[in-house]
């Protein structure tokens, strides 16, 4: 067994997106701009209609993945091609934008919290002009494993002999969401080669001797296996790990390509409306 320790804590930082909805990044800020295979985590959340009723208007994407989690709330997604998947509370979707989408994400509640994550995945360079993809998942498609000191719901990957809906044939994204219980553990396998992080969103956790508060990613080092321990008030988090791609990187706001001519031919085809003409293919769990 190695352990994996913390190589770099990240606290997140506010930022105002959409039309005016304030998230929490992560990965994605100077402290943290990428972490192969991984490029964006943001954590929303308020119990304030005015601070989400706005939602995110249309905007476009390419050349990457976007995995969105409903921990509270409904929100309604549609495209530029008649798409639409509501997510609601304790649901999930994975957008391959790929080749292109131009999409929205709005509120469908105008009172209530509204919380949860949205993790973007780096798609390789052979995928990154393919046609989109979408996948729902119902609250009730993700396993939940309940022991004495935690419940964990698997989005994605495998534990405990259970297997999330979502499966990425590139990364092979493991993502589980944990509630552990005051002063418990929380132990799991991560593949040796995977990049990994955890992100605390309740409570506060140890991971070793070091302490993870609230709203706090912690990047792990190298290692096979995982283990937390929640804090007085035990602690809900979020641990991710994915296969890192070893590409070039080339980011410009909503478009991640491997050069800059790709970026440049992006805001191109955006231009020319050639993000809305191929349907994607839906899928629902």
Known sequence: MNLRTIDQLIQAQAISEGAGVTVHRTI?????????????????????????IAG?????????????YMLDGHMLHQDSLGNQGHLRTGGAQWMKAARGVIHSEMP????????????WINLPSHEKMSKPEYQELSPQ?????????????????????????????????????????PEKEFSTLIPAEHTAFVYVYEGDAHIGNTPVPRHTLALLGHGDTFILKGGKNGARFIVVSGQPLGEPIVQYGPFVMNTRAEIEQAFADFQAGKFATIKAEMKEH
């Open 141 to 181: 498609s993700i396993p939940t494993i309940t022991t004495d000191d935690f419940e964990a719901r698997v989005l994605s990957g495998a534990f405990a002999g259970h297997s999330g809906a979502i499966h990425d044939p590139h990364t092979h994204v493991h993502y589980f969401d944990v509630r552990l219980r």
């Open 108 to 119: 469908q509640q105008s009172h209530g919290l509204m919380r949860g994550f949205q993790l």
């Open 28 to 52: 994605g800020t100077k402290a943290l701009r990428h972490c192969d295979p991984f490029l964006m985590l943001d954590h929303f959340g308020s119990d304030n209609p005015n601070e989400y």
């Open 56 to 68: 995110f208007p249309d905007h476009p994407h390419r050349g990457f993945i976007t995995f969105t």
